[in-house]
């Protein structure tokens, strides 16, 4: 993996997005099942516009590196091992030529909108580690309660929707998180899907999305110019 004959280093013939929206039409295409390649190569994009300065998207045998990188770089770093963009050297590597932060290695889910009523309520300023982190890492952000759960959504990596949620400790196993995201699904517009990162080890998490109907479509570095922190 770690020769230019390996790396996907231009825009597909005839490809109408321009190169800063290739990142987003990625995540979009695989939201919907349209997956990169899997070819064992690496695409190299332009950094993506938004808070998070740099990022790093698997999808099965398939990597993309959207960042302020050379493929000459590239090359020189990568060994020729399909897990090696996601390894910690790299991801260190990153760091130093890039002068960024990256935040966790997290699973990406995506879920589509749901008709009906979202049974959550919008607040104002909410004083809450969740929405301390989203305003962070995320633009156009908004809080919305359940009675028992808090839901951040926002615009996050290349401008794709992003929803965080946090169950209040004692409504946790109890189907909470389920509902509140189900419900926030009913809050998108038809069309557009609805995007959530979730580390690896965070089994709870998991279960709760994949119980809402949202699905998993690879796994995510992001890097920003801050430490985004808890």
Do not use: C, K
Request: hydrophobic content about 45%; overall charge negative; glycine content about 8%.
């Amino acid at each position: 993996m770690g020769t230019a004959s390996g790396h996907d280093m231009t825009p597909p013939t005839g490809h109408r997005r321009p190169e800063s929206d290739r990142l987003l039409a990625a995540y979009l295409g695989a939201a919907s099942g349209d997956f990169p390649p899997a070819d064992a190569t690496l695409t190299l994009l332009p950094a993506p516009p938004g808070p998070a300065r740099a990022a790093i998207f698997a999808t099965t045998r398939h990597h993309i590196v959207a960042a302020d990188l050379t493929p000459s770089w590239l090359n020189g770093m990568l060994a020729d091992s399909l897990a090696a963009p996601m390894s910690p050297a790299f991801l260190a590597a990153v760091e130093q030529e890039t002068d960024l932060h990256a935040d966790s290695v997290d699973v990406v889910l995506a879920a589509d909108a749901l008709d009906g009523v979202a049974a959550l309520q919008e607040v104002g300023d909410v004083d809450h580690p969740r929405l301390r982190r989203a305003q962070r890492s995320r633009t156009d952000v908004r809080v919305f309660r359940t009675d028992s759960a808090l839901v951040v959504l926002g615009r996050g990596a290349a401008g794709r929707l992003e929803i965080a949620i946090e169950t209040d400790p004692a409504a946790r196993g109890r189907g909470a998180a389920r509902r509140a995201l189900m419900s926030a699904r009913q809050l998108v517009e038809p069309g557009e899907p609805i995007f959530a990162q979730v580390a690896p080890g965070n089994a709870a998490a998991l279960r709760a999305f994949l119980a809402a109907g949202f699905r998993p479509i690879g796994g995510e570095v992001l890097f920003f110019a801050h430490i985004v922190g808890d």
